[in-house]
């Protein structure tokens, strides 16, 4: 009961810091940190794999790191398309040329 009331103690601090943290980023920041949390998710993937390699196939464990694995690959992938439509928006784009 302990351990649940420190790792929900930990959770809560963790979901406060990080609002308070995006809300006082500026916008042109927002594409490098979105970045940031992309490599984050690739450690999300690799907890899930050592979660499915560590139990047996069907049990709850394996399931839910089945889970998380599909779902950190997809935020991985979405958000960096994202990034590099974001990034696009800054490239300079060809001017038509003049008339004559």
Do not use: C, W
Request: net charge positive.
């Amino acid at each position: 009961m302990h351990d649940l009331l420190l790792l929900l103690f930990i959770f809560t601090l963790a979901a406060f810091l990080g609002f308070e943290l995006i809300a006082k980023v500026p916008s042109q920041l927002h594409t490098p940190l979105m970045s940031g949390s992309n490599a984050i998710s690739g450690i999300t993937i690799v907890g899930a794999i050592v979660a499915i390699l560590d139990n047996p196939v069907g049990s709850v464990a394996f399931l839910i790191g089945i889970g998380a694995m599909i779902l950190a690959a997809v935020n991985v992938v979405g958000g960096y398309l994202v990034t590099d439509r974001m990034l696009g928006m800054f490239k300079k784009k060809d001017k038509p040329a003049p008339k004559a």
